[in-house]
Every structure is written in C-alpha cells, then in structure tokens.
Nanobody, 123 residues
Framework: QVQLVESGGGLVQDGGSLRVSCAAS????????MGWFRQAPGKEREFVAG????????YYADPVKGRFTISRDNAKNTVYLQMNNLKHDDTAVYYC????????????????WGQGTQVTVSS
C-alpha cells in the first residue's frame, strides 16, 4: 500500500521558518516527480512547488518564489519543503503529492496524496 506521510507542520510567527517533510512508503518514487500543494480554509487547493525525479529541476508558484525551497532525498524516499519568511497568508494545510502524469501544477494529474500537515503563521 502506497503511503505519503507529511510531518513538520506547526505554529510559527510571521517572518519565521519551517520545514515540512513527506516520507513515502510502499513504492519507490525515485523516478517520479513530486509536488507540494496547500489549502487554506474556504479556498481551493493550490500548487506550491514541484520537483523532478533527480532534483535538478524545480518549479514554484509565484507567491512562494524566493521564500520556499523544495528538495528531495531519494535514498530516503522523502521530499522536503523549506519555508522561510513565512507570512500569515501561508497558513494552510500542506499536502505532498507524487507521480504526476501531466502538468506539475495541476492537482488532477497526481495519483498519490498525503493526508496533509497544518502550518499556521501568526501575524
């Protein structure tokens, strides 16, 4: 059974940093792209960042460019999202997703999803 488990969420002050992780099990995703999405209360799920299988190519949504960094460790079957200079608008449940069959920034292409981790930024 394939599982994606996020961790590392929590409460942080405006301007602070946080790193969330996504550990995969049940399948080796070292040859698959991975992505992070988020969903704030009352809003649709939105793309945050994506990374190719080797980590050599990344892609970010405009609101997080320059502040967030996606990375991966294929030996650990884990993908990370380092979030710096966090803002209140970054408050959301963050989800990792794996193996998109199309555009990285379209949630419809992803087959595997984690359960999400809450990130709350206090202003």
């Amino acid at each position: 059974q394939v599982q994606l488990v996020e961790s590392g969420g929590g409460l942080v002050q405006d301007g602070g940093s946080l790193r969330v992780s996504c550990a995969a099990s049940g399948r080796n995703f070292s040859t698959a792209a991975m992505g992070w999405f988020r969903q704030a209360p009352g809003k649709e799920r939105e793309f945050v960042a994506g990374i190719n299988w080797s980590g050599s190519s990344t892609y970010y949504a405009d609101p997080v460019k320059g502040r967030f960094t996606i990375s991966r460790d294929n030996a650990k079957n884990t993908v990370y999202l380092q979030m710096n200079n966090l803002k209140h608008d970054d408050t959301a449940v963050y989800y990792c997703a794996a193996d998109p069959k199309g555009l990285w920034d379209d949630s419809a292409w992803y087959k595997y999803w984690g359960q999400g981790t809450q990130v709350t930024v206090s202003s």
